[in-house]
């Protein structure tokens, strides 16, 4: 298995610009994770998916930011308007259930916003 | 005060010596305790992953759990410069691996 699959590995916007970052999950995972991680917040849980089915969006910081999962291999990130705090490493992690196997994680997108 | 509290260090030591990496946390709730090795510019990575309290020990890495002091250690014996890395500690409670919760990481550097 070629694990958690991320793009772009590094992305350079301009503030205002829309963003999207993609992940391909593990094969069989039925839960995905997007995670932030910055310096000052550490590893900061966004939203998740369960069946393709988002569970909990509590994370996600602003409107600005969306995510989809139209099917089992492929889940989005926007973000749009960005801004340059919203610069980070963006994490996709994917996990096989609720049996407390943790988590598998992409190499992340750098993403700076100038 | 965080749920989970652990020292960013950064923590510098020669190669051979013994690393102790710890974390604290606030929720008895916790049962799964998990370690990640991030190393620069990659994703977190697990390492060593236990239930409830007591030892596990897996080639040079040893994990402890202390509920009771809500107290988990990651030790590192013979320490390498490949051991050079970030170190996340993680928790869970029972049947919700989907609330996750990571301390802020310990950057590790083994000096050869």
């Known amino acids: 298995d070629a694990g958690v699959i991320q793009s772009p590995r590094h992305e350079v916007t301009e503030m205002g610009q829309e963003v999207t970052l993609r992940c391909k999950p593990i094969?069989?995972?039925?839960?995905l994770f997007w995670y932030r991680q910055t310096m000052m917040r550490g590893l900061e849980l966004l939203i998740y998916f369960n069946n393709n089915v988002p569970i909990d969006d509590s994370g996600m910081p602003e409107d600005r930011f969306s995510a989809k999962m139209p099917n089992a291999s492929f889940s989005t990130l926007k973000i749009q308007p960005s801004e340059p705090r919203d610069s980070a490493v963006y994490f996709c992690?994917?996990?096989?259930?609720?049996?407390?196997?943790?988590?598998?994680f992409g190499s992340g997108t750098r993403l700076t916003v100038v | 005060q965080k749920e989970v509290e652990q020292d960013p260090g950064p923590l510098s030591v020669p190669e051979g010596a013994i690393v102790s990496l710890n974390c604290t946390y606030s929720?008895?709730?916790?049962?799964?305790f998990m370690w990640y090795r991030q190393y620069s510019r990659k994703g977190p990575e697990l390492l060593m992953y236990?239930?409830?309290?007591g030892n596990k020990e897996d080639g040079r890495f040893t994990a402890q759990v202390d509920k009771s002091s809500k107290y988990i250690s990651l030790f590192i014996r013979d320490s390498q410069p490949s051991d050079s890395a970030t170190y996340l500690c993680a928790m869970s409670v029972p049947n919700n691996n989907n609330d996750m919760r990571f301390g802020a990481g310990t950057r590790l550097t083994v000096k050869p």
């Open positions: 929720n008895s709730a916790f049962q799964y």
């Open positions: 094969s069989g995972h039925d839960y």
């Open positions: 236990t239930y409830s309290s």
């Open positions: 992690a994917s996990s096989p259930g609720t049996g407390d196997y943790g988590y598998t």
